[in-house]
């Protein structure tokens, strides 16, 4: 089984820099694809990076420039660096890790960012 645990959010002025940590038990390697998905207050999850299990990566035009998904397999964590901070940028950020052969799509509890203008 696969479990995720999202840490890092926080308070942050406008133009500042945060990352978020998501730890992941269970192997890493069966993981397809990895993403930061975010929610603002009254909208919908929105994809915000993903990373796959061949290094692809895809970003939110939103964000592309500024924020960062890598992944340390030594250490079983994807990282999402978000630099240039914006106010809209406020929301929950959520891990997802997808495990195609077996059907698994699975998600983090979630770790709040607030930028403050």
């Known amino acids: 089984q696969v479990q995720l645990v999202e840490s890092g959010g926080g308070l942050v002025q406008a133009g500042g820099s945060l990352r978020l940590s998501c730890a992941v038990s269970g192997s890493i390697f069966s993981i397809n694809v990895m993403g930061w998905y975010r929610q603002a207050p009254g909208k919908q999850r929105e994809l915000v990076a993903s990373?796959?299990?061949?290094?692809?990566?895809n970003y939110a035009d939103s964000v592309k420039g500024r924020f960062t998904i890598s992944r340390d397999n030594a250490k079983n964590t994807v990282y999402l660096q978000m630099n240039s901070l914006k106010p809209e940028d406020t929301a929950v950020y959520y891990c997802?890790?997808?495990?195609?052969?077996?059907?698994?799509?699975?998600w983090g509890q979630g770790t709040l960012v607030t930028v403050s203008s």
């Open positions: 997802n890790a997808r495990v195609w052969s077996r059907g698994l799509d699975v």
């Open positions: 990373l796959t299990s061949s290094g692809s990566t």
